[in-house]
Structures are given as structure tokens and as C-alpha cells.
């Protein structure tokens, strides 16, 4: 059971790139998310999915589209990267209401 | 709009004391809320909830208190260990749903 998991742990993109954050579960949650974190900002909310094919969006959607074709995958992708987007992208799931289980982040800086 | 808010960005305890790290809300429907700890470099892991039908919730060294009428729930740890130096995030939930509403977090270094 290797929970959630996300690669890569580290890129470096130039302005205008795209690419996608790939995040994956085992456990058989149908809830899954999308968190940015910046320095003195928290955990903030991008996008989620209650089940495959069915996302919404967070709090800062912008720049950022996802998509759930299955319940274990859950990929984030920037279209065109911007300096704004540098900060650390942590992946979550949950079964129950309120416990997520978050994988280990990606950090993505854009130059 | 910061509905959860931890006002202590940072707190600095001896080893084998006690720490306390609040976090207030201003929703009246969180009827859940979570405790999630973060080392560097690693994402949060989940340490301790309580929902709001308690006022109390008790796993090893960690206690969280809940304050309905205040609005206001704490997390203590006693007695507090070098291994305990984190970031420690409060987060709150409504109802059936199932997004969390985070606070800022608060820094806990526990000193040797």
C-alpha cells in the first residue's frame, strides 16, 4: 500500500511551458485534491474530484485544469507556466469526511 | 477571509513541557475539526480530530479541546519532544462536505 504518490518531486520550468503533476492513490478514495503551498499563505485548495469523472474547482483555479478518469489518478496540468506558479503542490485523497492522506509534494519552479 | 485562523505563526517550548497551539473559527457549521502535522520537505499527516458533539479528544500526548461557544479549539502536548517540531495546521470541514478549510499554520519548535 504506497498511499498517495506524486511525481516528480522536483521541476524547473521556464515561462510559458506546460506540464503535468502527476499524483496517484491505492487506496480506493473517491475524494481527491489539489493544494498549493506558499510561504505565510497555508494550504491553499486548486481543484478537487468526488469521484471519477466529476471535478470542481478550489480556491485559486486559475492556470491549473485537472481531469479523473479513473479513481486512483488524479493529474494537475499547468497549460503555460508563470513565475506565480513556483511553490510546492501537495496532492491529497480521502475516504472519510475530513481525513486526507496527502503524498509527499512536488516542487515546481518556473523561471 | 480567514475562517480559521492561527494567530501564533510560531512557538518555541522546553522538551518534556507543554504545547498549546490555538486556532479559531468564525463558521458556526464546522462541526468537524482536524489537527494535521508537517515536517519540511513531507506533506501533512493527519494527528487528531474532534467532532463538535465533544468537547475533548485524547490520543497518547496529544489532546485537542473544543470550544463551541468561543469558537475556539487547542491542540496540547504534553509532555513535548524534539521529534514534535513542526508545522502544526488547524483545519475545519461543514456537513458533508468534504473540503477542509485550512488555517495558516503555527511553527512548534520543541528545544532539548
Known amino acids: 500500500n504506497a498511499g498517495v504518490t506524486q511525481t516528480p518531486k522536483f521541476q524547473v520550468l521556464k515561462t510559458g511551458q506546460s506540464m503535468t503533476l502527476q499524483c496517484a492513490q491505492d487506496?480506493?478514495?473517491?475524494?481527491m485534491s489539489w493544494y498549493r503551498q506558499d510561504p505565510g499563505m497555508g494550504l491553499r485548495l486548486i481543484h478537487y474530484s468526488v469521484g471519477a469523472g466529476i471535478t470542481d474547482q478550489g480556491e485559486v483555479p486559475n492556470g491549473y485544469n485537472v481531469s479523473r478518469s479513473t479513481t486512483e489518478d488524479f493529474p494537475l496540468r499547468l497549460l503555460s507556466a508563470a513565475p506565480s506558479q513556483t511553490s510546492v503542490y501537495f496532492c491529497?485523497?480521502?475516504?472519510?469526511?475530513?481525513?486526507?492522506?496527502f503524498g509527499p509534494g512536488t516542487r515546481l519552479l518556473v523561471l | 477571509d480567514q475562517q480559521v485562523k492561527q494567530n501564533s505563526p510560531s512557538l518555541s517550548v522546553q522538551e518534556g513541557r507543554i504545547s498549546i497551539l490555538n486556532c479559531d473559527y468564525t463558521?458556526?457549521?464546522?462541526?468537524?475539526f482536524l489537527w494535521y502535522k508537517k515536517y519540511p520537505a513531507e506533506g501533512p499527516t493527519f494527528l487528531i480530530s474532534i467532532s463538535s458533539i465533544k468537547d475533548k479528544n485524547e490520543d497518547g500526548r496529544f489532546t485537542v479541546f473544543l470550544n463551541k461557544s468561543a469558537k475556539h479549539l487547542s491542540l496540547h502536548i504534553v509532555p513535548s519532544q524534539p521529534g514534535d517540531s513542526a508545522v502544526y495546521f488547524c483545519?475545519?470541514?461543514?456537513?458533508?462536505?468534504?473540503?477542509?478549510?485550512w488555517g495558516l499554520g503555527t511553527s512548534l519548535a520543541v528545544n532539548p
Open positions: 487506496m480506493n478514495h473517491e475524494y
Open positions: 463558521n458556526s457549521m464546522f462541526d468537524y
Open positions: 491529497a485523497s480521502s475516504l472519510n469526511r475530513g481525513i486526507q492522506y
Open positions: 483545519a475545519a470541514v461543514a456537513g458533508n462536505n468534504r473540503k477542509l478549510i
